[in-house]
């Protein structure tokens, strides 16, 4: 098989047609084609148009695709939506773009991946720059990445029928319907689509399951350090958010029509250079502000998050098989993030988010006091506490969330829910290494994507160690793909089964050089402390 291959790359090397066209496709909208990557193994079709949005369906659902005459050159990835990306405001509003990737020599139809991207909801795009197709395109499968709506283009939530919120999320939802109507043509399998996402991607997955759009459309879905019920995947004062922004331009209004006139007029580049961090505060919200929303709905229009998520998973009992996970040090991004300022800004504060709700001022106090016990002890909170800092971050950000979430699941659901932990520190964990905290042990946030993605900004040379990880993780991914179990049987680099969680028993695979199930949950105590708390005091009535 693979020498036949190999003679076949040979063949196509020599016959220079490599970067060539792809085979065209034609699918509901034309015909089109792209080009064959520079190793001769994939057909890569980038750029197609899945909506548009233009300035009358800003802040909206977007429209519907194009339609064309003629052969569309699928050839162009570099289509992002506008955003400040702290250095240039890059980006144009009719972003709306979706890259397949197929593997030439695999037998079809092919289970397909839909990966959607991560960036904190305002940074971020579906290119192979970051995410390239390579590893999983390996073990035969499909991939599918697409740019969204980001920042306020994506998340004005206004409460009018002009800014009803989401765009961002109804986005991902064509994307997502747009694949399942069109991927045959490209020799996918309509039956067998699975959504992974990390991060923001992971949060915006999640909402989209806990909203019951999804159901019959994917099948699976890999839920990486992102959850619906986790506080900053919903803003709980979105039209404060637009009136401070456009304070920051001298505008002074509340008013929902007001803010919506001035934002409607503004170019998408004036719109994604206004501010997309609030100030910090007496609680311990994340500073993002351009977030998904409760929507009031509106006649006419599809509305997707109407109640709270932890609310809608239990209206919307899903079928869709899920693997749910976070990483053991997510919270060094947020400690390096926090820098000084943030750090001592904490002391004193409320250690919880506005996700929760409590009758009294004095009760607010006490939980806090609760919390700073358990992981200060009687210190103070200063620039010598960034460990355990990290240990909070971590915990109610990610980590509880991601196994409250997992709990409630898998009490409504009929498929199975499967949990993992991922620990490894290898050279491709590069958020870790580009923040610097190169000597502490374990996974920051985001730093399992380069085990799953071979993303051209890390052009280092591959030792042997995380060439055993990166086939671990995508023969995981993929075989969940393809079985919906991720390990359906031992092999030399999988030598372990992976249970899945059972009603009001969370199970962990521990993914690391060594691979185990842990019955145990990653940090009991901490655990037993926040569900005390969430059940006490979580906000679920709107
Ligand atoms: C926006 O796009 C829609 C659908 O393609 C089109 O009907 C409409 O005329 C466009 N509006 C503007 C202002 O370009
Ligand atoms: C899951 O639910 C959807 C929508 O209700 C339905 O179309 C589909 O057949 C269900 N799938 C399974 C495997 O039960
Ligand atoms: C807060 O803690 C104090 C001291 O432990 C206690 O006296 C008080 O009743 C608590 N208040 C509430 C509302 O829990
Ligand atoms: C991994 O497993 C081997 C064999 O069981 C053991 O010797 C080693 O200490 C383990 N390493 C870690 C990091 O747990």
């Not at 007029?265 to 501010?275: C, D, F, N, T």
């Not at 311990?284 to 109640?307: A, M, N, R, V, W």
């Not at 929760?356 to 992981?375: D, M, R």
Request: some cysteine; overall charge negative; proline content about 6%.
């Amino acid at each position: 098989m693979r020498t036949s291959k190999n003679i076949v790359l040979f063949t196509l090397i020599v016959m220079n047609f490599v970067d060539q066209p792809t085979p065209e496709v034609t699918i509901e909208q034309g015909t089109l084609s792209g080009r064959i990557s520079a190793n001769g193994l994939v057909f890569e079709y980038l750029g197609i148009p899945y909506a548009t949005t233009n300035q009358s369906s800003r802040f909206k659902e977007p429209f519907p695709p194009p339609k064309w005459e003629g052969v569309f050159r699928a050839t162009d990835d570099s289509t992002a939506c506008p955003q400040d990306n702290f250095l240039v405001i890059r980006g144009t509003e009719d972003c709306l773009k979706i890259n397949v990737f197929v593997p030439v020599y695999a037998e079809r139809p092919l289970p397909v991946m839909v990966f959607v991207h991560g960036g904190a909801f305002f940074l971020g795009d579906g290119g192979k720059v970051f995410y390239g197709p390579q590893f999983l395109l390996n073990h035969d499968v499909i991939l599918v990445t697409f740019n969204y709506r980001l920042g306020i283009l994506g998340f004005l939530c206004l409460g009018i029928k002009e800014a009803p919120g989401n765009a961002g999320l109804k986005d991902q939802l064509a994307a997502l319907r747009w694949v399942k109507r069109n991927i045959e043509a490209f020799g996918g399998d309509s039956n067998r689509i699975t959504v992974f996402g990390v991060s923001a991607g992971a949060a915006s997955i999640s909402l989209l399951i806990a909203s019951g759009k999804v159901d019959g459309i994917i099948h699976r879905a890999i839920i990486q350090s992102g959850s619906a019920v986790a506080h900053w995947s919903i803003t709980r004062k979105p039209v404060w958010v637009a009136s401070y922004v456009l304070k920051s331009l001298g505008h002074d209004t509340k008013d929902p029509h007001e803010l919506y006139n001035i934002l409607s007029k503004m170019s998408s580049r004036e719109l994604a250079a206004l501010p997309h961090e609030k100030p910090l505060e007496p609680y311990l919200d994340t500073q993002l502000i351009h977030l998904p929303c409760i929507e009031k709905p509106f006649p006419g229009t599809e509305s997707l998050i109407t109640d709270y998520p932890f609310n809608l998973f239990k209206k919307n009992p899903t079928n869709i098989s899920i693997i749910h996970g976070t990483n053991s040090e997510e919270g060094l991004f947020f400690v390096a993030y926090d820098e000084e300022e943030g750090i001592k800004h904490r002391d004193g504060k409320f250690l919880m988010a506005t996700d929760l709700e409590f009758e009294t001022c004095e009760e607010a106090v006490n939980v806090s006091k609760v919390i700073h016990k358990f992981y200060f002890g009687d210190k103070r909170i200063n620039t010598e506490s960034i460990m355990e800092l990290s240990e909070l971050y971590k915990h109610i950000h990610f980590e509880m969330p991601s196994i409250i979430e997992s709990e409630i699941i898998s009490e409504v659901s009929s498929a199975p829910v499967y949990n993992y932990y991922f620990k490894y520190f290898g050279k491709r964990n590069y958020l870790k290494l580009s923040l610097g905290f190169d000597d502490s042990e374990g996974a920051c946030h985001g730093d399992e994507l380069l085990y799953i993605f071979d993303a051209m900004f890390w052009p280092f040379k591959i030792d042997d160690e995380d060439k055993l990880m990166i086939e671990r993780m995508t023969g995981m991914w993929t075989n969940f793909a393809k079985y919906g179990d991720p390990t359906p049987e031992k092999t030399e680099s999988l030598p372990i089964k992976w249970y899945p969680s059972s009603k009001g028993k969370i199970k962990f695979l521990h993914i690391d050089k060594n691979m185990s199930m842990e019955n145990d949950m990653p940090s009991p105590e901490a655990y037993r402390m926040w569900k005390d708390i969430y059940t006490k005091y979580y906000r679920t009535k709107l």
